[in-house]
């Protein structure tokens, strides 16, 4: 299976200089393929990859696009074939035959996006130098900090300067599955309505103290942001610190999520998960969304490991009132308001509403495999 390895880099300034050269160049090349497309397209015409690979060719021997040749032109190939899966991601979605959320029509990238990217393949010869630096062409051998060992050798390479100008390079390695010991437990995991996750055995897991924290303080960054003037200096200062007050939140909550679903997935044979890509948001998901942006990476992180560990993962996507039914009994009772924290069946079961919730993720789960 493949996955992707993160670190963090840092490159000099001369090659900060041929990096923002490279991202630039990709972002035209890509602007200038999508502009043929959007062309063709309004002349009910096709335009093939091959011929927008020939068109690039022929862009470079232009005086106006010259500087195109600077740039490994693996980048550049890279960055149309970008767009090809930009659009049949598209096409998919339209078409009903892609899951989970709407893709939009490509769009033009733009200079001013806070995430700048370029990715490097085998045929560009990237290398990971004797001397630990990560060598890529027409820019230079750039330091790393490995905050891990590179499990096999890296088929791919995207480096990308994020918001508040850090870089870092995410490798694609092919990682063998390590099967764990078999386990009779189960688990249904459900997204908390006051904690973070509540599992099916009873188990809550909430957001940390210093999560919380982080998360208050960018919330109090935004509203200063909010008040500045537009165009102002200050509110240039303002942006940066909203995006280190983002960067903080999305580090921490991301070693936070890998403990807890490396826990999880240790711990149980088969893992469902509540499937928040639903159409037709209930109440209390509505509730539940601000969880949203920490759930999907957490979720991401439990299918990784799972399908590396040998475990059994899915997404529990039937609709079903898992709140108002009884995981014992089966009875669907009548709407909860959101205080409602306990109720009592029919049947006599007193619930915990999010632990049974996650009961019936667990029940529908099993009853899909
Ligand atoms: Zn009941």
Redesign the pocket.
């Known amino acids: 299976m493949q996955l992707r390895y993160s670190y963090r880099v840092y490159p000099t300034p001369g090659q900060r200089i041929a990096l923002a050269r490279a991202f630039g160049c990709a972002r035209v090349v890509y602007n200038d393929a999508l502009a043929a497309r959007m062309e063709a397209f309004a002349k009910s015409e096709r335009i093939s990859d091959t011929e927008l690979s020939k068109r690039l060719t022929a862009a470079k021997a232009t005086p106006q696009r010259a500087w195109l040749a600077d740039v490994s032109s693996v980048v550049l190939q890279q960055a149309l074939a970008d767009l090809n899966t930009a659009y049949r991601n598209f096409f998919a979605s339209v078409s009903g035959r892609r899951k989970g959320a709407r893709v939009g029509v490509p769009r033009f990238r733009s200079r001013r996006a806070h995430r700048q990217a370029i990715r490097f393949t085998k045929n560009s010869r990237f290398a990971v130098t004797s001397g630990g630096k990560l060598r890529l062409p027409k820019i230079g051998e750039v330091r790393v900090a490995w905050s891990r060992d590179l499990p096999s050798d890296p088929s791919s390479v995207t480096v990308i300067k994020d918001a508040t100008d850090r870089y870092f390079a995410s490798f694609v390695v092919q990682v063998d599955e390590q099967p764990l010991p078999e386990l009779e437990t189960e688990v249904g995991i459900d997204l908390g309505l006051t904690t973070f996750a509540v599992l099916s055995n009873g188990k809550t897991i909430d957001s940390p103290r210093f999560l919380r924290r982080a998360e208050r303080r960018l919330r109090k960054a935004q509203q200063v942001l909010s008040r500045k003037e537009k165009g102002s200096k200050n509110r240039a200062k303002a942006r940066v610190e909203v995006a280190r007050a983002h960067a903080k939140v999305a580090d921490t909550r991301r070693d936070w999520a890998h403990k807890h679903s490396t826990r999880i997935v240790r711990e149980n044979q088969a893992i469902f998960v509540e499937d928040l890509c639903v159409q037709g948001l209930a109440r209390t998901r509505l509730a539940k969304s601000v969880h949203d942006a920490g759930w999907s990476t957490f979720v991401t992180m439990l299918e990784e490991k799972a399908a590396r560990c040998g475990r059994t993962f899915a997404r529990v996507d039937r609709w079903f009132p898992s709140t108002r039914l ?6 669907v ?1 009548e709407r909860k308001a959101l205080h409602v924290r306990e109720w009592t ?5 007193v ?1 915990d509403r999010d632990v049974n919730a996650a009961m019936n993720i667990l029940a529908a789960g099993r009853a899909e495999r």
């Open positions: 009884c995981s014992r009994c089966g009875v009772g069946c029919v049947c006599g079961a619930h």
